[in-house]
């Protein structure tokens, strides 16, 4: 199996901070008919000003404001949206997620990403606890996507949380629906990559990224992708080697796969003369990284010049910080800088 830098991916869930504004700017549901004329007029007066308030991010203020207008009311949902999000720009988490869900509980269509993205992102030392709070969460957006099977934004959020509890086939059916509603666009086929990659499932990520890169063959990001899952499942040759050439046709300073390509290329036996002139350029444009040393002393090993190939492997190997890898030893050992 070729050795070479290895592409880690790294899937961090995407479920960030709250998005309040949008939802409690809307316009404000009249108060409860309970309410005497003079203090729905009170309401109203002080619930606008404390969005404004709110809006130029004077909270303390905005918070006394909102408090009043929940002592008239404390049935509003606009009201104690704006209070959870008060509290939790507070970092007062169990009053804020309190707020967000009397908001959810009145008004489901408002405020059910506020509570139910807060209860997934609880954090607590208990793993039943977390998982029960996640749950639930994942239950409130799937009751608003029945609600609304045709919000994206609904659908996407289930994806993410999904994805975050390891429901990948779950997450691909969401994305479907996305895709359903916004169309097929790099960001669908990136999604979908990641979960097939998360799912071990190699071959079906090479063919999410093949799909796009047919509309988009010009996407260096989804070619590089798709060589490292060739290293991965070990495609044949000619294989590889036509995603490598497509990939230097776009980039040709490309120097990681440069790097590699030339490596893949001496390991098989082929055109040692072409594998060492893209290895001396990878190696030109980073001096100092120790696996393209390495590689470019083989290839000089194996082209039978071995005293300047033991130059380039002495100075790979003052570049490793930490123990040396296997391979390196291997070469090592083979072209005899161990014994110098």
């Known amino acids: 199996m ?13 479920i960030g901070p709250l998005s309040l504004l949008t939802a409690a700017a809307r316009s404000h549901t009249p108060v409860a008919a309970v309410l005497t004329v003079e203090q729905r007029q009170q309401f109203l007066y002080y619930f606008y000003e404390a969005q404004r308030l709110f809006m130029q991010g004077e909270y303390k203020d905005a918070f006394h404001l909102f408090s009043f207008c929940h002592h008239l009311d404390d049935n ?5 949206l704006y209070l959870g999000h008060v509290y939790e720009q507070s970092h007062l988490i169990a009053p804020a997620l309190a707020r967000y869900k009397k908001a959810w509980e009145v008004c489901p269509n408002q405020a059910w990403d506020s509570y139910a993205i807060m209860l997934y992102n609880l954090d607590d030392e ?34 993410q949380a999904y994805t975050g509890m390891g429901e990948f086939k779950k997450a691909l059916k969401a994305q479907d629906e996305i895709d359903r509603l916004d169309g097929y666009n790099a960001y669908s086929a990136m999604n979908r990559y990641r979960l097939r990659a998360m799912m071990r499932d190699n071959k079906g990520a090479i063919e999410e990224l093949n799909r796009y890169l047919k509309e988009d063959p010009s996407n260096l990001q989804f070619h590089l992708f798709r060589v490292q899952l060739y290293l991965a499942i070990n495609v044949d040759y000619d294989t590889m080697a036509d995603a490598c050439e497509q990939i230097l046709a776009l980039d040709p300073y490309n120097a990681m796969v440069l790097n590699n390509y030339a490596y893949y290329m001496a390991i098989h036996g082929k055109d040692l003369q072409r594998a060492e002139d893209m290895s001396r350029r990878a190696v030109q444009q980073e001096p100092n990284e120790a696996s393209f040393l390495d590689t470019y002393a083989w290839i000089l090993h194996l082209k039978g010049e071995d005293t300047l190939a033991r130059y380039y492997m002495r100075k790979a190997i003052q570049q490793v910080e930490g123990d040396v890898p296997a391979e390196m030893k291997e070469h090592m050992k083979i072209i005899g800088t161990d014994k110098e």
């Open 126 to 159: 208990r793993v039943s606890v977390v998982k029960r709070n996640r749950n639930m969460a994942i239950r409130i957006m799937e009751e608003q996507g029945r609600r609304e099977p045709n919000n994206a934004e609904v659908w996407d959020k289930l994806r």
């Open 76 to 80: 509003d949902a606009a009201v104690n």
């Open 2 to 14: 070729i050795r070479r830098t290895t592409y880690i991916l790294i899937i961090a869930l995407l």
